[in-house]
């Protein structure tokens, strides 16, 4: 069973940047793949930003040039740099984790306001 723990959200002015984090537990975090994926109140959890393995990233159209993804092998870390964060970025976002099975965290939320 992998465990994930988030950090790094909160309250933010539209602009400004946040920096998420994501620990995973085990010992294969180097062979899986990483994601944020996020959910607006009354609306279907969406993909924002994937990792692969060997660090290959891919972004929803809406966050690209805005936001970037990254890992950290040794500390079995993903992050996700977010800057000119916008009121639509408003949403409780999620730390993933594929390899084979799926797994998630507890989410953190990210409030921009206006």
């Known amino acids: 069973q992998v465990q994930l723990v988030e950090s790094g959200g909160g309250l933010v002015q539209a602009g400004g940047s946040l920096r998420l984090s994501c620990a995973a537990s085990g010992s294969l975090f180097s062979r899986a793949a990483m994601g944020w994926y996020r959910q607006a109140p009354g609306k279907q959890r969406e993909l924002v930003a994937t990792?692969?393995?060997?660090?290959?990233?891919n972004y929803a159209n809406s966050v690209k040039g805005r936001f970037t993804i990254s890992r950290e092998y040794a500390k079995n870390s993903v992050y996700l740099q977010m800057n000119s964060l916008k009121p639509e970025d408003t949403a409780v976002y999620y730390c993933?984790?594929?390899?084979?099975?799926?797994?998630w965290g507890q989410g953190t939320q990210v409030i921009v306001s206006s």
């Open positions: 990792i692969t393995y060997g660090g290959s990233t």
């Open positions: 993933n984790y594929r390899l084979g099975n799926d797994y």
